[in-house]
């Protein structure tokens, strides 16, 4: 599945909670005008709005569940019982916060990997920095995304412009 992704269009549809786009019916019908102009995979946040988007296209699905907790920032799809719903609700690979903090309840990254292939879905580990790409490759991570640069303490000052060639 994944060499299918390669040199393709994935189209994250998502809608935040206090928005009138967050609608099940919403998501799935902004899923199905991607796919309808070319997306080969579409990105989706919560089961209801994976199973939602299940019944209108075909094609794979990389589900994430938002959740936040007081004791983490990790917030993309933080525990098993997330990805398990995600999984359970139609998606194909599980996208979860692979960053270098601390996850709510003590699972570690590599174990959580592992209880999503148990599930016999791929998983996208969403980033931030190098350091966590290559941790989460050697904890089986099936693919990675760059998702979360910008987005957490390590990274949100870091502007793309003060980076050289040699990435310093």
Sequence with gaps: MLASLQ???IVSCQAPADSPLHSPIVIAAMATAAVNQGAI???IDSPAHVA???QQVDVPIIGLWKQQFPSSSVYITPQ???AQAIAQA???IIAIDAT???RPGGETLAELISQIHALNKLVMADVDTLEAAIAAAEAGADCVGTTLYGYTEATQTISL???NCSGK
């Design 52 to 54: 939602a988007v299940r």
């Design 41 to 43: 995979a579409v990105r």
């Design 100 to 102: 270098n903090r601390p």
């Design 161 to 163: 412009q003060a980076l």
């Design 7 to 9: 040199h393709g269009l």
């Design 80 to 82: 098993f019982r997330h």
């Design 90 to 92: 139609g998606a194909d």
